[in-house]
């Protein structure tokens, strides 16, 4: 399955095909096709034997914290293997580690305390939020990388008519350090996290 992978990372979805990996493993496309039926079956068994790491990792604390930790380990996983947000994207439920990871998320919701609907909106809120950020930190990292980069790109927001964009030409600077990576994918995370807290203790509020 570590060959399966490395082409998975390497070519993303597409490139995993059953001709693709037999050449990896030296032996003829017929050979797989007795453990996997199908080139889907292949994804799944690929993304399941991934994202295993992260369902048997133990969850301590309460639920704020637990939907903390398994947003931040899904977000890293997924920057690390880029081909898994087109997989979730177009398969969400495909595979028994993605079912079982939504099962135990959502059931982290009810427990807490949410209603059937509320539970529902706020996993698909923070799985949007992990894929979104993942996604666009994949798409611009490669041209993000560098202090030259990052001068040229804010420079070319500074050079935009402030007459027109007075603020985004002022926050210019701050736009193009905290645009892409953990700590803003962090930052996000909170605020969803505070929302759904408030939301669940409205008598707290100020």
Same mark, same amino acid.
């Given at each position: 399955?570590? @060959?399966?992978?490395?082409? #998975?990372?390497? =070519?993303? /979805?597409?490139?995993? %095909?059953?001709?693709?990996?037999? +050449?990896? #493993? ?7 096709? %007795?453990? $996997? ?6 994804? !799944?068994?690929?993304? *399941? ?12 604390? !309460?639920? %704020? ?16 293997? /880029? ?7 177009? @398969?969400? #439920? ?7 990871? &939504?099962?135990?998320?959502? @059931? ?5 305390? $949410?209603?059937?609907? &509320? ?11 992990? #894929?979104?950020?993942? %996604? ?5 990292? !490669?041209?993000?990388?560098?202090? *030259?980069?990052?001068?040229?790109? =804010?420079?070319?927001? +500074? ?10 030409? *002022? ?5 193009? &350090? *905290?645009?892409?990576? +953990?700590? =803003? ?16 203790? /409205? =008598?707290? @509020?100020?």
């Amino acid at each position: 399955m570590q @060959r399966a992978i490395a082409v #998975l990372d390497e =070519q993303g /979805p597409g490139g995993l %095909t059953m001709r693709a990996l037999a +050449e990896q #493993l030296e032996v003829g496309p017929m050979a797989l096709y %007795t453990h $996997f039926p199908s080139k889907n079956a292949l994804l !799944d068994a690929a993304r *399941d034997h991934i994202l295993r790491g992260l369902a048997d990792q133990p969850r301590e604390g !309460d639920w %704020t914290e637990r939907l903390r930790c398994v947003g931040l380990d899904l977000y890293r996983l997924l920057v690390s293997h /880029p081909a898994l947000i087109h997989l979730f994207a177009t @398969r969400p #439920l495909a595979g028994h580690e993605a079912a079982g990871a &939504t099962e135990a998320h959502l @059931r982290v919701l009810r427990e807490a305390g $949410f209603d059937r609907v &509320t539970a529902a909106r706020a996993h698909l809120a923070l799985l949007h939020h992990v #894929l979104g950020s993942a %996604t666009w930190d994949v798409a611009l990292n !490669d041209r993000r990388k560098g202090e *030259d980069s990052r001068r040229r790109r =804010q420079a070319a927001l +500074e050079a935009m008519p402030a007459d027109r964009y007075p603020t985004l030409v *002022d926050l210019a600077a701050e736009l193009v &350090t *905290d645009a892409i990576g +953990e700590q =803003q994918f962090t930052f996000g995370l909170e605020l969803i996290l505070a929302g759904l807290h408030a939301q669940l203790n /409205p =008598q707290r @509020r100020d």
